[in-house]
């Protein structure tokens, strides 16, 4: 006998003798009829039970969520909703699951009650269809850069530096925090710290994504970053999964043709590889869109808004024609924004990203040339000394899913803006190095996963698209 999953036997075309497999139980009803899955699949797999040849002791054991090894016959089968089922020979009870207890009973649970038990959770259709979505997406974006000659490449997790100034990081240290060594100023003492100074850990593997484009060319991080930003959206973790290609030779145009290409590939991957799953998802969504107000309501489903993405050309809008879309805007005029956009300089929201890309231009967005003073100090000035060559890309029900920019290559420059911003040289010696030693025209972008895995997924809230969320007074698992 051989052991097959679920998604083996269910594409089988002819009958089995001699069938094997293990999973949890989903439901047992009639006495007789198992539905069986073990996460190969969305489906389940009907084991038909002889109840009146089978222990009764046995029958009482075959409780929701129970694990079960399974021996029997795969036939055509008789009833409807499904093209095979087995007759089972042998049942073995390899985990009970008391049904009075087991949290994850056969009917509808909302997200959150879900998310208390987020260990239990993948034993549903919706989060096992999200997590294997998941894992596809993560092994398209490694084919991709693979295909194209990229090396995936490892930053470090604990940083000694806190260059990207994204926002708040995590101290990394193993001083005794109730009673730590002080200096003479009474300050805590981090030169007794492990590693002999202030240690956090990372927001961006960037800068040393850098360093390794300056000699491999094209390479990619794709790792865990943190972010201590005290935001409890739907958007935002404290922890989240971030891809960074960099890039030797390449400027801004060829950075957001290469984002582009990138992203329309792993989408196209999931489309191609990952139906069934998708299409679960789809009706899940178009469930969700009609318990809202019509006009609230998305005029595409899942799959068409995929194919969106992938059949058409991002916009391309520079920074100061959206600031004079926006100053025009309906909102804007009727002071329905948040924050009114009077000036050029003005930091974008949210709710002017959403309004662009969802109101106004109606697909994916490249918004590039950003004021220097809203953005990171390692971007490359522009000619007009007031721009630098930043890119975001802004999808519809997102917001910003990538950040990226051509980095500023030429030393004096970034001498410069290190010293008005108050960044010490001495921290990133070696990055200035990269600067004086066979500097070059380079670029890159970041792409927030789980904003991926929403898009990809439709599901609303980030907490539930990556396995255990951390946020602000959360950790549990
Ligand atoms: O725009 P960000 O901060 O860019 C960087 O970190 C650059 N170093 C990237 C680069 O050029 N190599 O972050 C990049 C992306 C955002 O566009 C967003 O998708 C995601 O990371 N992101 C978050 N995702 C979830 N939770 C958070 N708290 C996030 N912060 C950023
Ligand atoms: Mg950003």
């Known amino acids: 006998m051989q052991l097959h999953t679920v998604s083996q036997l269910l594409s089988q075309e002819i009958t089995l003798p001699e069938v094997e497999v293990k999973g949890w139980v989903r439901t047992f009803r009639a006495n007789r009829f ?20 089978t222990d009764d002791a046995i029958l009482k054991r075959i409780n929701t969520g129970a694990a079960l090894h399974i021996k029997g016959e795969l036939v055509e089968s008789q009833g409807k909703g499904q093209k095979v089922e087995i007759i089972v020979s042998s ?56 295909e194209n000659g990229f090396y995936y490449m490892h930053a470090p997790i604990i ?29 805590v003492d981090f030169s007794k710290d492990f590693f002999g100074k202030e240690t956090n850990l990372t927001v961006s593997g960037q800068l040393e994504a850098e360093a390794y484009a300056m000699s491999l060319s094209k390479v990619y991080t794709f790792g865990p970053t943190f972010r201590a930003e005290n935001s409890n959206t739907s958007r935002h973790l404290a922890e989240f999964w971030m891809i960074e290609p960099e890039v030797a030779f390449m400027d801004l145009a060829g950075n957001m043709d290469l984002a582009e290409d990138f992203m329309k590939s792993v989408i196209t991957y999931v489309l191609e590889n990952n139906r069934e799953d998708l299409e679960f998802l789809d009706k899940r969504l178009q469930d969700e869109e009609k318990t809202k107000p019509q006009a609230q309501r998305s005029d595409m489903t899942l799959i068409e808004k995929l194919k969106f993405v992938t059949e058409n050309n991002f916009k391309r809008v520079s920074y100061t024609e959206a600031i004079d879309i926006l100053r025009n805007s309906k909102p804007n005029k009727k002071k329905k924004f948040k924050y009114i956009i009077n000036e050029w300089g003005a930091d974008l929201q949210s709710e002017h990203e959403r309004f662009l890309v969802e109101k106004h231009f109606k697909c994916p967005v490249i918004l590039f040339d950003y004021p220097a003073n809203i953005k990171a100090f390692y971007m490359r000035l522009n000619e007009d000394g007031k721009t630098v060559r930043a890119m975001d890309i802004l999808f519809p029900g997102i917001g910003e899913i990538v950040g990226g920019s051509q980095r500023e290559e030429r030393l004096e420059v970034l001498k410069e803006k290190m010293k008005a911003l108050d960044i010490d040289e001495k921290e990133l010696w070696w990055y200035l190095d990269l600067r004086k030693y066979g500097t070059a025209v380079h670029s890159g972008f970041g792409l927030g996963f789980e904003r991926l895995v929403m898009f990809a997924t439709g599901m609303g809230n980030i907490r539930d698209v990556i396995p255990f969320p951390r946020t602000p007074q959360n950790a549990d698992f």
């Open 34 to 53: 198992i539905a069986l899955n073990d996460g190969s699949t969305l489906n389940n797999i009907q084991c038909v039970v002889d109840f009146e040849n």
């Open 159 to 187: 940083t000694g530096s806190d260059a990207e100034g994204a926002g708040e990081m995590f101290r990394v240290s193993n001083l005794d925090a109730k009673n730590p060594p002080l200096n003479e100023e009474g300050e």
């Open 91 to 146: 049942i073995e009870i390899l985990g009970d699951s008391d049904a009075e207890t087991f949290p994850i009973q056969p009917k509808k649970h909302s997200f959150e009650f879900l998310r208390e038990n987020a260990h239990l959770r993948t034993r549903t259709n919706t989060f096992s269809a999200v997590m294997r979505l998941r894992s596809a997406l993560s092994f398209a974006i490694h084919k991709y850069f693979n």
